[in-house]
């Protein structure tokens, strides 16, 4: 049937002519399903051959132009036949959108048009009930509309989305003269000369797509069809090209002129690759899936046949070719917009779509150099040889663009790109080249803009052969939103943006120290070069500083500014992890981190570098408590670094900040203030600002006086990202695991928690836990909840094992990530108390099942520090046995090891085999 559907209807229905109607719909429809399934067969058995697509796409869209063709075989010769048809009854069936253009994917909708010469007649609505039940039966997404000609010329005048379905009507089944007709018209009174308005609504609607998908084209997790660099976006360029320059195939774009041969070949072979990966999305999920999630990404690469090489997993080597794919996509945008600008179909723009008032002979003298231009307020080299004559114009031009704050003309753009080859050995080490790009690194305006269109070009990892290597790469985990090459472009973006003082609100210290950085050309350089090394065998950090050392003299630093880009690139990562794992109140873990730092600005340039880098992780990732974290730790470390925070300084601290808490509790008496500040212990003293010194104060008083041992508090902090739940409760090993368990089963998010213990036995314990709402009364009713489950649960009335059973199925993306877990055990990070630090895959009710294990251990926690990762929880406990001491017995040790891998097993087996530490450093 799939030859010849017609034909094969005839057969079909005169071998059951004498059966009634409702059979021979019947005996259709399962013919017709017979087709679909042998045609996706053949489809996917295509799709496992090499470089195979479009060719399923198209073997999709053939099998289900046989079904639709033989239901209007059916409908008009055997259910609804008309003998002697009028005028009216007169019917095409075109193929519109997607389906227009002769490529499905397994899960797509199929968009079909009934054409009448005027309006539907009741013979005309017979067919086409006939023809879409059975579809219907089928379980196909049919989309489906029924006009006449004058129908479509009109609404295709009102609407774009109709005017593009139109624009790749194709020809199915019926009246081809009256198909013929619509297409005639559509052409003359639609598309004649509304070429303009048509390309501008198109790249308006692909912004407003990409906004919603996701504004960056190295999205970890992109989606296949409407993401940036995606194949709606080849669609709209076609769609584009077809309109202006009235071409039938994409082939005829090179005759045109808005080609060359190899960007046809760009084109085709994007095309070919995002189908590939969109027909295996559909096949392996079996449904109309567009994202390219993490659980998906292994599949396809796999489907593919990716394997493993150079130290990248198959997946990442797969996802690079896709982020390739995505950049080629977007240069064929570029090229597009170009042509059309010169047709003056597109508004011209500058970099920020501010354009001064300098007539452009002034602006181009501006410029600075006889080999730059201006085109249509565009920066351009004057001729196709300004490359050739002297290679430095390359960097030169982006030097220009950042300081004139011009966008390039695409012309220009895509010549960079043609002259690539000009970038050798001698013009990377440059003296010249190498300023002019230290300049734009540097540059006060746009520095990520300019690196962006360096990237996208292919400059910028030509003359730094090392970032080239990270350009496209992904990280298979679930924390890093962007490629190591975006992540990096995005992290000069912030650090530019604290630069020019306009994130005061968001990050006030960095904000403040920024300008009294002696190095900022090296805190620049530093940031770019911090992750340059991802991807190799070993630990990123160390070959990074190798890199860091190589490059520094080639840009023009001096030794001193070399070594502190190495320095920075090397402990990139420290101040991260302290301030988030480690106890901020301990002194150990201060005097620890100030020798690593030893001095001031070093201090200075890693806390705005750390800042940075974790804000251009991606969306979310950034939020006021990690902010908090970081200046506790540098105010701490700062101290050191200028000669305080001896014992004597520690002992000088506390007593202050007692006297400041008893003028804060002036309406207290002096016997009443006395007998509070002996409840606490120094540590508490040092941890706790005054405000919530004096909180505590009456929140103890007021429970005491209300006859409570158990009682709850809740606050909202928004500049800091979170609710704190402040608990009092009777001191005991299990206490940690109940408020954890609380907040697991009411969905509490635990980001830190700060654990005192008074001098009388009560614990007095703050839980900061993710804001869940943006109003601070939802949150407030949220925190309320938790907070009522605590004390239940404090109580005994409830079983908190109970409610975090409920919540214990582990996130269907958890199988995706295998992560060892790994337990560290430490005497040496702290002098009062043994450190563990256990890391592993993050699910429901994790931290509940390892307090809850330590608690069974006899251990007492002082501390905990949590932090998440993507997929990956690291969480720090500071312990100690019943009598205060530390861990020290090797048997000891091995029995905690064990009891907390034991936490990361799943039913059915381990999560990953465990990485077991040696014995703790004692």
Same mark, same amino acid.
């Given at each position: 049937?799939?030859?010849?559907?017609?034909?094969? +209807?005839? &057969?079909?229905?005169?071998?059951?002519?004498?059966?009634?109607?409702?059979?021979?719909?019947?005996?259709?429809?399962?013919?017709?399903?017979?087709?679909?399934?042998?045609?996706?067969?053949? %489809?996917?058995?295509?799709?496992?051959?090499?470089?195979?697509?479009?060719?399923?796409?198209?073997?999709?869209?053939?099998?289900?132009?046989?079904?639709?063709?033989?239901?209007?075989?059916?409908?008009?010769?055997?259910?609804?036949? @008309?003998?002697?048809?009028?005028?009216?009854?007169?019917?095409?069936?075109?193929?519109?959108?997607?389906?227009?253009?002769?490529?499905?994917?397994?899960?797509?909708? +199929?968009?079909?048009?009934?054409?009448?010469?005027?309006?539907?007649?009741?013979?005309?609505?017979?067919?086409?009930?006939?023809?879409?039940?059975?579809?219907?039966?089928?379980? /196909?997404?049919?989309?489906?509309?029924?006009?006449?000609?004058?129908?479509?010329?009109?609404?295709?005048?009102?609407?774009?989305?109709?005017?593009?379905?139109?624009?790749?009507?194709?020809?199915?089944?019926?009246?081809?003269?009256?198909?013929?007709?619509?297409?005639?018209?559509?052409?003359?009174?639609?598309?004649?000369?509304?070429?303009?308005?048509?390309?501008?609504?198109?790249?308006?609607?692909?912004?407003?797509? =990409?906004?919603?998908?996701?504004?960056?084209?190295?999205?970890?997790?992109?989606?296949?069809?409407?993401?940036?660099?995606?194949?709606?976006?080849?669609?709209?360029?076609?769609?584009?090209?077809?309109?202006?320059?009235?071409?039938?195939?994409?082939?005829?774009?090179?005759?045109? !002129?808005?080609?060359?041969?190899?960007?046809?070949?760009?084109?085709?072979?994007?095309?070919?690759?995002?189908?590939?990966?969109?027909?295996?999305?559909?096949?392996?999920?079996?449904?109309?899936?567009?994202?390219?999630?993490?659980?998906?990404?292994?599949?396809?690469?796999?489907?593919?046949?990716?394997?493993?090489?150079?130290?990248?997993?198959?997946?990442?080597?797969?996802?690079?070719?896709?982020?390739?794919?995505?950049?080629?996509?977007?240069?064929?945008?570029? *090229?597009?917009?170009?042509?059309?600008?010169?047709?003056?179909?597109?508004?011209?723009?500058?970099?920020?779509? #501010?354009?001064?008032?300098?007539?452009?002979?002034?602006?181009?003298?501006?410029?600075?150099?006889?080999?730059?231009?201006?085109?249509?307020?565009?920066?351009?080299?004057?001729?196709?040889?300004?490359?050739?004559?002297? $290679?430095?114009?390359?960097?030169? #031009?982006?030097?220009?663009?950042?300081?004139?704050?011009?966008?390039?003309?695409?012309?220009?753009?895509?010549?960079?790109?043609?002259?690539?080859?000009?970038?050798?050995?001698?013009?990377?080490?440059? $003296?010249?080249?190498?300023?002019?790009? #230290?300049?734009?690194?540097?540059?006060?305006?746009?520095?990520? =803009?300019?690196?962006?269109?360096?990237?996208?070009?292919?400059?910028?990892?030509?003359?730094?052969?090392?970032?080239? &290597?990270?350009?496209?790469?992904?990280?298979?985990?679930?924390?890093?939103?962007?490629?190591?090459?975006?992540?990096?472009?995005?992290?000069?973006?912030?650090?530019?943006?604290?630069?020019?003082?306009?994130?005061?609100?968001?990050?006030?210290?960095?904000?403040?120290?920024?300008?009294?950085?002696?190095?900022?050309?090296?805190?620049?350089v530093a940031l770019f070069l911090h992750d340059i090394a991802k991807g190799r065998p070993e630990d990123h950090s160390l070959a990074g500083t190798r890199i860091a050392r190589k490059l520094g003299p080639r840009l023009g630093l001096t030794p001193g500014q070399t070594e502190t880009v190495a320095w920075l690139v090397e402990h990139h990562l420290d101040m991260s992890t302290v301030a988030q794992s480690r106890d901020l109140g301990d002194p150990k873990t201060i005097e620890s981190f100030a020798a690593t730092v030893q001095t001031l600005e070093r201090l200075k340039l890693l806390l705005i570098l750390t800042v940075a880098d974790i804000k251009a992780v991606g969306p979310g990732v950034w939020n006021g408590w990690k902010g908090q974290l970081l200046r506790t730790l540098y105010y701490e470390t700062e101290l050191v670094l200028t000669g305080g925070h001896s014992?004597?300084?520690?002992?000088?601290?506390?007593?202050?900040?007692?006297?400041?808490?008893?003028?804060?509790?002036?309406?207290?008496?002096?016997?009443? &203030?006395?007998?509070?500040?002996?409840?606490?212990?120094?540590?508490?003293?040092?941890?706790?600002?005054? @405000?919530?010194?004096?909180?505590?104060?009456?929140?103890?008083?007021?429970?005491?006086?209300?006859?409570?041992?158990?009682?709850?508090?809740?606050?909202?902090?928004?500049?800091?990202?979170?609710?704190?739940?402040?608990?009092? @409760?009777?001191?005991? $090993?299990?206490?940690?695991?109940?408020?954890?368990?609380?907040?697991?089963?009411?969905?509490?998010?635990?980001?830190?928690?700060?654990?005192?213990?008074?001098?009388?036995?009560? %614990?007095?314990?703050? *839980?900061? =836990?993710?804001?869940?709402?943006?109003?601070?009364?939802?949150?407030?009713?949220?925190?309320?909840?938790?907070?009522?489950?605590?004390?239940?649960?404090?109580?005994?009335?409830?079983? *908190?094992?109970?409610?975090?059973?409920?919540?214990?199925?582990? $996130?269907?993306? !958890?199988?995706?990530?295998?992560?060892?877990?790994?337990?560290?055990?430490?005497?040496? /990070?702290?002098?009062?108390?043994?450190?563990?630090?256990?890391?592993?895959?993050?699910?429901?009710?994790?931290?509940?099942?390892?307090?809850?294990?330590?608690?069974?251990?006899?251990?007492?926690?002082?501390?905990?520090?949590?932090?998440?990762?993507?997929?990956?929880?690291?969480?720090?406990?500071?312990?100690?046995?019943?009598?205060?001491?530390?861990?020290?017995?090797?048997?000891?040790?091995?029995?905690?090891?064990?009891?907390?891998?034991?936490?990361?097993?799943?039913?059915?087996?381990?999560?990953?085999?465990?990485?077991?530490?040696?014995?703790?450093?004692?």
């Amino acid at each position: 049937m799939l030859q010849d559907p017609e034909a094969g +209807v005839t &057969r079909l229905l005169a071998s059951a002519r004498r059966r009634d109607k409702a059979e021979k719909r019947q005996l259709l429809v399962g013919a017709l399903r017979q087709l679909l399934d042998d045609g996706h067969a053949s %489809a996917r058995a295509i799709l496992e051959g090499p470089r195979s697509g479009l060719a399923c796409a198209h073997r999709l869209s053939a099998v289900m132009d046989a079904v639709v063709i033989a239901l209007h075989k059916a409908a008009t010769g055997y259910f609804y036949p @008309a003998d002697n048809p009028s005028q009216s009854e007169r019917i095409a069936v075109a193929a519109v959108g997607g389906y227009g253009r002769g490529t499905l994917a397994p899960g797509s909708d +199929v968009d079909l048009l009934f054409l009448f010469p005027h309006k539907q007649t009741a013979w005309g609505e017979s067919v086409v009930e006939s023809m879409l039940y059975p579809l219907w039966d089928l379980k /196909l997404k049919t989309g489906h509309s029924v006009r006449s000609v004058d129908d479509c010329i009109r609404e295709a005048r009102a609407d774009m989305t109709i005017r593009t379905a139109l624009l790749e009507a194709r020809f199915l089944s019926g009246d081809r003269a009256l198909f013929d007709e619509m297409v005639r018209r559509f052409d003359a009174e639609v598309v004649e000369g509304t070429a303009a308005a048509f390309t501008e609504a198109k790249l308006a609607e692909r912004e407003t797509r =990409v906004q919603r998908a996701g504004t960056s084209r190295y999205l970890v997790e992109p989606n296949v069809k409407d993401g940036k660099g995606g194949l709606r976006d080849l669609n709209t360029l076609f769609w584009i090209a077809k309109y202006a320059y009235r071409v039938k195939d994409v082939r005829e774009l090179v005759a045109a !002129g808005l080609f060359d041969t190899q960007e046809l070949q760009m084109f085709e072979r994007s095309e070919e690759f995002l189908w590939r990966v969109r027909c295996w999305l559909h096949f392996i999920t079996g449904r109309a899936e567009e994202r390219l999630s993490f659980d998906l990404q292994r599949q396809v690469a796999a489907a593919i046949g990716y394997a493993g090489r150079s130290g990248q997993a198959p997946v990442e080597r797969f996802m690079k070719a896709y982020f390739l794919v995505a950049k080629d996509v977007g240069d064929l945008t570029a *090229i597009v917009c170009a042509a059309l600008e010169a047709r003056q179909q597109k508004p011209r723009a500058t970099l920020s779509r #501010l354009l001064g008032s300098f007539t452009k002979r002034k602006r181009v003298r501006a410029l600075g150099h006889t080999d730059f231009t201006l085109k249509g307020q565009r920066l351009a080299v004057i001729d196709d040889s300004a490359f050739e004559r002297d $290679p430095v114009n390359l960097l030169r #031009l982006y030097q220009i663009a950042s300081r004139e704050d011009l966008a390039i003309h695409p012309d220009t753009s895509r010549l960079v790109t043609q002259s690539l080859r000009l970038i050798t050995s001698g013009l990377r080490h440059d $003296p010249e080249a190498n300023r002019i790009f #230290l300049e734009i690194l540097t540059a006060r305006r746009s520095p990520e =803009v300019v690196l962006r269109r360096m990237n996208e070009s292919g400059l910028l990892g030509r003359f730094v052969p090392d970032f080239g &290597r990270v350009v496209a790469m992904m990280q298979f985990n679930m924390y890093h939103h962007y490629t190591v090459d975006e992540h990096l472009i995005r992290a000069i973006g912030v650090l530019a943006e604290i630069d020019s003082g306009t994130l005061e609100a968001e990050h006030p210290l960095a904000n403040e120290i920024m300008p009294t950085v002696a190095n900022r050309r090296a805190l620049y350089v530093a940031l770019f070069l911090h992750d340059i090394a991802k991807g190799r065998p070993e630990d990123h950090s160390l070959a990074g500083t190798r890199i860091a050392r190589k490059l520094g003299p080639r840009l023009g630093l001096t030794p001193g500014q070399t070594e502190t880009v190495a320095w920075l690139v090397e402990h990139h990562l420290d101040m991260s992890t302290v301030a988030q794992s480690r106890d901020l109140g301990d002194p150990k873990t201060i005097e620890s981190f100030a020798a690593t730092v030893q001095t001031l600005e070093r201090l200075k340039l890693l806390l705005i570098l750390t800042v940075a880098d974790i804000k251009a992780v991606g969306p979310g990732v950034w939020n006021g408590w990690k902010g908090q974290l970081l200046r506790t730790l540098y105010y701490e470390t700062e101290l050191v670094l200028t000669g305080g925070h001896s014992a004597v300084e520690r002992k000088a601290r506390v007593g202050r900040k007692q006297d400041e808490l008893r003028q804060r509790l002036s309406d207290w008496s002096e016997e009443e &203030r006395e007998a509070y500040i002996a409840r606490h212990y120094p540590p508490y003293w040092i941890k706790v600002d005054l @405000a919530d010194q004096e909180k505590h104060a009456r929140f103890l008083s007021e429970a005491e006086k209300a006859g409570r041992t158990t009682a709850t508090v809740v606050e909202t902090d928004q500049f800091r990202g979170v609710t704190e739940l402040t608990v009092l @409760a009777p001191d005991h $090993p299990r206490l940690l695991a109940i408020v954890t368990g609380a907040c697991a089963a009411a969905g509490g998010n635990i980001v830190d928690a700060q654990i005192f213990t008074t001098t009388d036995g009560l %614990a007095l314990d703050t *839980i900061s =836990v993710s804001r869940a709402f943006d109003r601070d009364d939802d949150e407030l009713r949220r925190a309320g909840r938790i907070a009522a489950a605590i004390e239940r649960a404090l109580k005994g009335e409830i079983k *908190i094992a109970d409610l975090v059973a409920q919540r214990r199925a582990p $996130p269907p993306r !958890g199988q995706t990530f295998q992560l060892a877990p790994e337990i560290v055990i430490d005497n040496v /990070l702290s002098s009062r108390h043994t450190v563990l630090e256990v890391s592993g895959l993050d699910r429901p009710g994790l931290l509940y099942d390892l307090t809850t294990a330590i608690g069974k251990l006899n251990l007492n926690i002082a501390s905990a520090h949590i932090a998440t990762f993507g997929e990956k929880a690291v969480d720090v406990f500071y312990v100690t046995d019943l009598t205060n001491a530390k861990i020290v017995s090797t048997a000891r040790q091995l029995a905690i090891r064990k009891t907390l891998l034991d936490v990361f097993e799943f039913e059915g087996g381990k999560a990953a085999s465990a990485r077991t530490k040696v014995p703790a450093r004692a």
